[in-house]
């Protein structure tokens, strides 16, 4: 089955300097990759998702670049703020946005 | 998006007892889905729940510990059985929204309810 590896466990950043996280997926068949963040005692947030038609996507200070020939995906936060401070979390499905398989995560932590 | 509750929030139970989960979603959806996050852990699957259809279990999870119900379009239920402190996790539900003028569907989590085991 899938498998998710995740890119640092942790990570610690100044404020307004850029953060990236990565994630290489075992199954070639994969086709949607979501990114969460987590906030502590919170539930997980989707914060943005790529499928694999498209090689990147962006959302203001956050983007994700696909690479399928690599089989990794990357999540990019520019201009970090103290609220960016949560564990992120990455994903990878291959039925879409059902069955997703996650990576271990990442503890972000943004410097003030 | 959709707008997801759980019951209880949380719960500190004894082990060899038992405990009913339920997850309300604010609009129909097809497939719902139920995760554990263990203490500091990443999220793993148990279950994927269709309504009118037995929930499919991921490997490592069995119907006789974590059996499922999915009465409608809108609950479904988790119950953890015959409870033992590695049970201790949070327990989150989640469901699958289709997309709207040609966006793709997408994955949405309840805020999750907190077991703990004695």
């Known amino acids: 089955g899938e498998n998710v590896e995740q890119h640092p466990s942790t990570l610690s950043v100044q404020e307004g300097d850029s953060a990236v996280i990565k994630c290489t997926y075992s199954?070639?068949?994969?086709?949607?990759f979501p990114w969460y963040k987590q906030e502590l005692g919170k539930r997980p947030q989707l914060i943005i998702d790529?499928?694999?038609?498209?090689g990147e996507k962006k959302d203001q200070r956050i983007a994700v670049t696909l690479n399928k020939t690599a089989k990794h995906f990357s999540l990019h936060i520019t201009e970090t703020q103290p609220e960016d401070s949560a564990v992120y979390f990455c994903a990878a499905s291959t039925l879409g946005a059902q069955k997703l398989v996650f990576g271990q995560g990442t503890r972000l932590t943004i410097n003030p | 998006s959709a707008v997801i509750s759980q019951k209880p929030s949380r719960d500190i139970c004894q082990r060899g007892t038992s405990l009913t989960i339920q997850c309300q979603v604010d609009?129909?959806?097809?497939?719902m889905f139920w995760y554990r996050q263990q203490p500091g852990q990443s999220l793993t699957l148990i279950a994927t729940?269709?309504?009118?259809?037995?929930?499919?279990?991921e490997s490592g999870f069995v119907i006789d510990k974590f059996p499922i119900s999915r009465p409608n379009l809108t609950f479904s239920t988790l119950t953890v059985s015959n409870m033992s402190p590695e049970d201790s996790s949070i327990y989150l539900c989640?469901?699958?929204?289709?997309?709207?003028?040609?966006?793709?569907?997408?994955?949405?989590f309840g805020p999750g309810t907190r077991l703990t085991v004695l």
């Open positions: 199954d070639s068949a994969s086709n949607y």
């Open positions: 790529i499928r694999s038609n498209v």
């Open positions: 609009s129909q959806v097809t497939m």
């Open positions: 989640s469901v699958e929204v289709h997309g709207l003028a040609g966006g793709g569907d997408t994955q949405y």
């Open positions: 729940a269709n309504q009118g259809s037995e929930a499919t279990y």
